[in-house]
Nanobody
Framework: QVQLVESGGGLVQPGGSLRLSCVVS????????MSWYRQAPGKERKLVAS????????NYAESVKGRFIISRDNAKNTVYLQMNSLKPEDTAVYYC?????????????WGQGTQVTVSS
């Protein structure tokens, strides 16, 4: 059974930090590219950051570059998102995503999401 379980969300003041975690099970974590997406109320879900499998190369949305860091621990089947210098516009539900292209088939899994609210 595939599971992606996010944690670490909450309420934080502007300028503060949070670290999100996503623990996965039910598939070979090390074979999947891992990403964090976010969705604000009334807006579409957007990619925040991703980390691939081969050399842990990372990619970030322009809006979070220099503030967020994605990392993974293959021994713990966990991907993290360290969020620093948080802004009110970072408020959203954050989703963990796993994706792998195997031949012609794309495998994609999602977590249930964790709420991040940045407010004074």
């Amino acid at each position: 059974q595939v599971q992606l379980v996010e944690s670490g969300g909450g309420l934080v003041q502007p300028g503060g930090s949070l670290r999100l975690s996503c623990v996965v099970s039910g598939f070979t974590f090390s074979s999947y590219a891992m990403s964090w997406y976010r969705q604000a109320p009334g807006k579409e879900r957007k990619l925040v950051a991703s980390i691939i499998t081969d050399n842990d190369s990372t990619n970030y949305a322009e809006s979070v570059k220099g503030r967020f860091i994605i990392s993974r621990d293959n021994a713990k089947n966990t991907v993290y998102l360290q969020m620093n210098s948080l802004k009110p516009e970072d408020t959203a539900v954050y989703y963990c995503n796993a994706e792998r292209l195997y031949g012609p088939t794309r495998y994609t899994y999602w977590g249930q999401g964790t709420q991040v609210t940045v407010s004074s």
